[in-house]
């Protein structure tokens, strides 16, 4: 089986609201695409940051700018008008734990992908904004704690799955990176994920990113397969063209770490499917 479970309905940025792309329709027409390229499991998980209820949890101005969606509706949308498994992706926003349980707790999802976008107030992958975090800090700090807060994060037990668990590489030479041997970064993220039940996520969006890699790093993904956490294959596309992109590459590349097996989930129940 191929599954696509971190997948928006819709780009991110302007323009895009929920009463043009929450249709029958553009659900089809990513089952449709999923159906071409082979993938049978197909959800959706949103941004969290997209919906009001968010402000909740978190009011970084960012947020609040870009919250203007209900989540109910969202979910009732997938729900009743699509055949797709429900998702959401969330942040892991450390010391809104409680909160976040609240908001997540409430809503019946199929999976919870967990995300770190930001570190306090800075945000990882905005490159450019005032929120970028690679504009004042030293690269060898932020590794570290991205690494810290990942471990956290899969601790919590908020979530179901761990988004792009490397994203701090996403711009490749694009910004300093530490060198050398990087599993002394992994490492602080391992005890967290070790206790966790997480699913460790296998992106390729990675390969459409200036890191031009899948995330994670097959260091990384070996570590967390060595502490018999399950892998979550996906293309975090924004677009239904995007689905299973460069999969026939990430299948390769997992079979080529050991892994025969991709994780599935109902009703925040996971199960194990055969590869392929
Ligand atoms: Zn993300
Ligand atoms: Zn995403």
Redesign the pocket.
């Known amino acids: 089986m191929l599954t696509d479970l971190h997948v928006h309905l819709r780009p991110d940025g302007e323009d895009t609201p929920a009463s043009k792309y929450f249709t029958a329709a553009n659900a089809e027409r990513y089952r449709e695409a999923a159906t071409e390229r082979g993938i049978e499991e197909l959800g959706v998980s949103e941004h969290v940051h997209r919906f009001v209820q968010s402000l909740d949890v978190w009011t970084h101005p960012w947020w609040r700018e870009n919250a203007h969606d209900d989540l109910d509706e969202y979910c009732a949308f997938v729900r009743e008008q699509s055949d797709l498994r429900l998702g959401i992706?969330a942040d892991f926003v450390p010391g809104a734990e409680d909160r976040m349980a609240n908001l997540l707790e409430a809503r019946d999802w199929d999976y919870v992908i967990g995300?770190i976008?930001f570190l306090r107030d800075a945000a990882v992958d905005m490159r450019g904004s005032e929120w970028d975090i690679w504009r004042s800090e030293e690269p060898d700090k932020v590794w570290r704690r991205y690494f810290e807060t990942l471990g956290e994060a899969a601790r919590s037990g908020l979530f179901d799955v761990l988004?792009?668990p490397d994203l701090v590489k996403v711009w490749g030479d694009g910004v300093p990176a530490p060198g050398g041997d990087l599993r002394r970064f992994y490492e602080r993220a391992m005890p967290g994920i070790a206790e966790s039940n997480v699913a460790i996520e296998v992106s390729t969006a990675g390969l459409r990113k200036p890191a031009a890699e899948i995330y994670p790093a097959r260091a990384f993904l070996e570590m967390c397969l060595e502490a018999g956490r399950p892998v979550a294959l996906s293309s975090?596309a924004h677009a239904p063209e995007e689905l299973g992109h460069e999969y026939e590459r990430a299948v390769e590349w997992l079979a080529g770490v050991g892994v025969s097996e991709l994780a599935v989930f109902d009703r925040r129940t996971r199960s194990l499917e055969p590869l392929g």
């Open positions: 992706e995300s976008h988004a792009h975090d």
